[in-house]
C-alpha cells in the first residue's frame, strides 16, 4: 500500500493540484494531508470560500478515482470553518476529516489517526493552540490574542488564564481514540515531536511536543506524521527520523514566495520512504 504526505500546502492551488497529479501518476492508495489546507493570505474569513469551492471540486477528483484523502485542519485553519470543513468531506466516500478520528482503508490492515493541536507559539490566532502539559511554559506573545467566531474575531483578554482551562496536549492524547493494533497504526499529527529535530524554526528554536514524543516513545506505532515548521528540514537536515521503532517524517515545505513542493511517498509494506522536492511548472 503506497501513501502520499504532504502538509503545510495554505490553500496555494497548484500545490493541491500538483499533488493530485502525482497521486495520480504513481497510483497512490491514498494521499494524507497533514494540516493548513485553507488559503492564509488576505481575509482569513474567506476560508469557507474555498471549502466550498475548490476544495469541493478538488475531492471530487478523487472521489472519480477511487483515491482516499485523509486530511486534517491545522492552527492556521479557522475552527469555525470545522463544520463545514467535515460536512464538504462528508460528501465524499473517500475523503476522511481524520481530526481526532480513526480511519481503516478499506482491504487494509492500516489504521490512521489524527490529531491538530499544536504546542501554543507566539502568534495571535488560538483555535487550536494548547499547552504542551500543565507545566508548559508558554512563549512570549506577539501582538494581542485571539479566537476566531461566526462574528469576526474575538479577542482573548487573558490568554494564559484562558488556556489553563483547556486540555493540554498531553491531556488529548490520552483520550485520543486508540488503534485496534498499534503496530499496523499511522498517526497524523500537525505538531512535530520534540527532541529528534523536525521542530526547528528558522531562529533555531525548538517548538515540538514533548507530550507526543513521550507518547510515541510509550506506544510505537510504525509511523507518525508530522509538519507545522515549514522550515525544519531546512534548518536541521532532517526530515525523516526515528522514536524506537516509529518512523516520524517532517516533509517541510515551501512558503508562499516559493515555486517548489514538498512531499513523501510512503510504502507502507516496504517501508521504502522517498521525499520528493516538485518544481512548479508554467502549467500549472
Keep these: 500500500m503506497k501513501i502520499l504526505f504532504v502538509t503545510d500546502i495554505h490553500g496555494i492551488e497548484w500545490k ?104 501554543d507559539l507566539p502568534f495571535g490566532l488560538k483555535d487550536r493552540a494548547r499547552k504542551d502539559a500543565k507545566d508548559f511554559k508558554l512563549p512570549k506573545q506577539i501582538g494581542r490574542q485571539y479566537l476566531s467566531s461566526p462574528n469576526g474575531f474575538k479577542k482573548i483578554e487573558d490568554w494564559p488564564s484562558y488556556v489553563d482551562t483547556l486540555p493540554t496536549i498531553e491531556d488529548e492524547l490520552k483520550t485520543l481514540i486508540k488503534p485496534s493494533e498499534i503496530n499496523n497504526s499511522i498517526y497524523i499529527f500537525h505538531n512535530p515531536p520534540a527532541n529528534i529535530d523536525l521542530d526547528i524554526t528558522h531562529d533555531g528554536r525548538k517548538v515540538g511536543s514533548k507530550a507526543e514524543y513521550t507518547f510515541l516513545k510509550e506506544n510505537q506505532p510504525k509511523l507518525s506524521l508530522h509538519g507545522h515548521i515549514h522550515e525544519s528540514p531546512d534548518v536541521s537536515g532532517r526530515w525523516c527520523s526515528q522514536i524506537g521503532k516509529t518512523i516520524c517524517i517532517q516533509p517541510g515545505q515551501s512558503h508562499q514566495h516559493q515555486n517548489f513542493l514538498n512531499c513523501v511517498l510512503i510504502d507502507l509494506e516496504t517501508m521504502n520512504i522517498e521525499r520528493k522536492i516538485v518544481k512548479k511548472t508554467n502549467n500549472i
Design 16 to 119: 493541491h493540484n500538483e499533488i493530485f497529479e502525482i497521486a495520480s501518476s504513481l497510483k497512490v492508495d491514498a494521499v494524507i494531508n497533514g494540516g493548513d489546507i485553507l488559503p492564509f493570505k488576505g481575509n482569513l474569513l474567506n476560508q469557507d470560500k474555498f471549502i466550498t469551492g475548490f476544495l469541493n471540486e478538488y475531492f471530487s477528483r478523487f472521489e472519480s478515482t477511487q483515491t482516499y484523502y485523509l486530511g486534517l485542519l491545522g492552527n492556521d485553519d479557522l475552527g469555525i470553518f470545522d463544520d463545514l470543513f467535515q460536512k464538504t468531506c462528508d460528501k465524499y466516500s473517500y475523503v476522511v476529516n481524520i481530526a481526532q478520528k480513526r480511519f481503516q482503508i478499506k482491504g487494509s490492515k492500516y489504521e490512521f489517526i489524527g490529531m491538530n493541536w499544536v504546542t
